[in-house]
């Protein structure tokens, strides 16, 4: 298995502003992921977090908007940019060792655009 | 959108009752996954079943498949206040390492 950590853990933010969300795992995995989870709802993929190249989007999320970081095998980071009180929602980022076919969610960040 | 359809959308149940949660999909599949969301936290992974399967189990958990009508089930058998959660089947298609996640099942179960 695979231990995810995520900061904040919730956060408060401005429209107009922007936030980053770091994401760490306790070892070298694979494949890295972010997703949203609107309130209420279910969890939906905004990108692969791709290791030393860019990310690869989903359908209707752009890097401007939501520009993501992997640095190395054990850390990404996704920011939310220009927010909005759309944007108020639970990003949660996951995880994948090669071949294992389980992803390890870490335990989300709640965020709150006013 | 491939997002699948879970129903029922919410479910209570009595402690030591079994609880019953369907998932039906639109493509084609590699495997099928069900993962349970404790309130305000992230998903735990529960089993996977692969395409070319039919039936699994884990512990209380039997899950099933019917790639012919794109459709699973995941039966918790002897239910507990502690599976009070929601639960969520997720896809994985053909070539590809991507969860496209269903709309989920909350589940109560009181004592």
């Known amino acids: 298995s695979a231990v995810i950590s995520q900061k904040p853990s919730r956060d408060i933010c401005q429209r107009g502003t922007s936030l980053t969300i770091q994401c760490q795992v306790d070892s070298q995995v694979t494949m890295m992921f972010w997703y949203r989870q609107q309130p209420g709802q279910s969890l939906t993929l905004i990108a692969t977090a791709n290791q030393g190249s860019e990310a690869t989007y989903e359908s209707g999320f752009v890097i401007d908007k939501f520009p993501i970081s992997r640095p190395n095998l054990t850390f990404s980071t996704l920011t939310v940019s220009n927010m909005s009180p759309e944007d108020s929602s639970i990003y949660l980022c996951?995880?994948?060792?090669?071949?294992?076919?389980?992803?390890?969610f870490g335990p989300g960040t709640r965020l709150t655009v006013t | 959108s491939q997002q699948g359809e879970e129903d029922p959308q919410a479910l209570s149940i009595q402690e030591g009752e079994n609880a019953t949660m369907n998932c039906s999909y639109k493509t084609s599949i590699n495997n099928l996954q069900w993962y349970r969301q404790n309130s305000g936290r992230g998903l735990v992974h529960l089993i996977l079943?692969?395409?070319?399967?039919r039936e699994k189990h884990s512990g209380r958990l039997r899950v099933t498949l019917d790639t012919s009508k794109k459709s699973s089930s995941l039966l918790i058998t002897a239910s507990r206040a502690a599976d009070t959660a929601s639960y969520f089947c997720a896809t994985v298609g053909g070539g590809g390492n991507k969860l496209t996640f269903g709309t989920g099942t909350q589940l109560k179960v009181e004592l």
């Open positions: 079943i692969r395409s070319n399967e």
């Open positions: 996951s995880a994948e060792r090669q071949g294992a076919n389980e992803q390890y």
